[in-house]
Structure formats: structure tokens, C-alpha cells
């Protein structure tokens, strides 16, 4: 039965690694839900949170797969009730009465105001996100824009704790980081 999982890969920060990551996926006909990349705690390792509806043995297959890869350094697969996971959205709508109400009582954002429309931003999970787009499909929704999902483990954490080498990486950055400050 498929289920949602969250990838969490931590990677060099090496051109290609995300061509080699969704390929992985692609050949096991998995569609990717939601893609995020960026810089994670530690300088020079980035991350990459990929969210998946896939059954239980595809998705420890591919997490196998993933790691295989030589800039990988680590890569995880988590459940949503194992993570904390947001997203943020974006909505351009005419500019009515009605709408202020209910940026009011969803708690959204105002970001910029023109005569006839208003951009909004709101911050949650997609059910709260896809949510208040149909609350505002009615008022007339211009453009609507939603990224893909960031997540953090909760409990320990895991690149610092399972990543194996990742003390050996970090001394090599502190040593080029120093050789650079000595030139």
C-alpha cells in the first residue's frame, strides 16, 4: 500500500547530484511530490528533502540507491509523523472585503497591497495551504504559487549522529577554510 515517506539526502554540494538523485526515482516510476534543496548545517553539505507516495520496499530500495552515489554522503526516510514538515504559498487575489476577513482568520500574510489585488502568504501544511486556495477560488485567485515541503527530523540529529566520515569532511573544510585565510 503506498504511503507518503520524506527522503532526506545529504550531499556534496557537486554539479549533477540532483539529476543523479530523481533519476534513482524516476526509474522506479516514482513521482516526486515535493523537491527542496539547500545548504544544511553544516558548511559544504547540502540537503535535498523529496517527498514520495510509494510503498514501503520502493522506497528503502531507492533510499539504497541513492546512497550509492558517490557525492551522497547520507540519505534517510522518514514518515510525516517523524518530521516536522512546512511550506509556504503565495496567492494573488482581487482586492474584497471577504478576502481581508479571511486573511484574518487563517492567520495569513500580507505582502504587498494594489488597487485591485492583494499578494498573501501563508505557512503551513498542504492541506492548510490547498485549503484556503479553495477559500479563495471564489474571490477571483490571479496566480498562486506553493513550494515544495522543508522538513526536520525530530529527535536526534541524524547527519551528525549516522553520517559516517562527516567528522573527517568537516576537518577537510576547516583545513582548505584556513589555507584560504592564510593566502
Known amino acids: 500500500m503506498e504511503k507518503q515517506y520524506i527522503l532526506t539526502v545529504f550531499s556534496e554540494n557537486k554539479v549533477g547530484i540532483l539529476n543523479q538523485i530523481t533519476t534513482v526515482l524516476t526509474c522506479r516510476n516514482v513521482n516526486i511530490e515535493s523537491l ?3 545548504e544544511s548545517a553544516v558548511a559544504g553539505i547540502h540537503r535535498f528533502t523529496i517527498v514520495v507516495n510509494t510503498d514501503p520496499e520502493k522506497v528503502e530500495k531507492m533510499v539504497r540507491q541513492i546512497e550509492k552515489r558517490v557525492e551522497v554522503l547520507k540519505a534517510f526516510v522518514h514518515t510525516p509523523d517523524e518530521v516536522v514538515q512546512q511550506e509556504i504559498a503565495l496567492y494573488k487575489v482581487s ?6 476577513n479571511l486573511v484574518r482568520e487563517h492567520h495569513v500574510r ?3 497591497i494594489g488597487d485591485d489585488y492583494i499578494v498573501l502568504e501563508k505557512t503551513g501544511h498542504t492541506s492548510e495551504t490547498q485549503a484556503l486556495l479553495e477559500l479563495l477560488r471564489p474571490y ?3 496566480q498562486f504559487a506553493r513550494t515544495g515541503s522543508v522538513a526536520i527530523v525530530k529527535g536526534k540529529d541524524y547527519l551528525l549522529d549516522e553520517c559516517p566520515g562527516i567528522a573527517e569532511f568537516r576537518k577537510e573544510q ?6 584560504q585565510e592564510t593566502k
Open 110 to 112: 500580507i505582502l504587498e
Open 140 to 142: 477571483g485567485v490571479h
Open 174 to 179: 576547516e583545513a582548505s577554510r584556513k589555507e
Open 36 to 38: 527542496t534543496t539547500s
Open 95 to 100: 482586492r474584497n472585503r471577504n478576502v481581508e
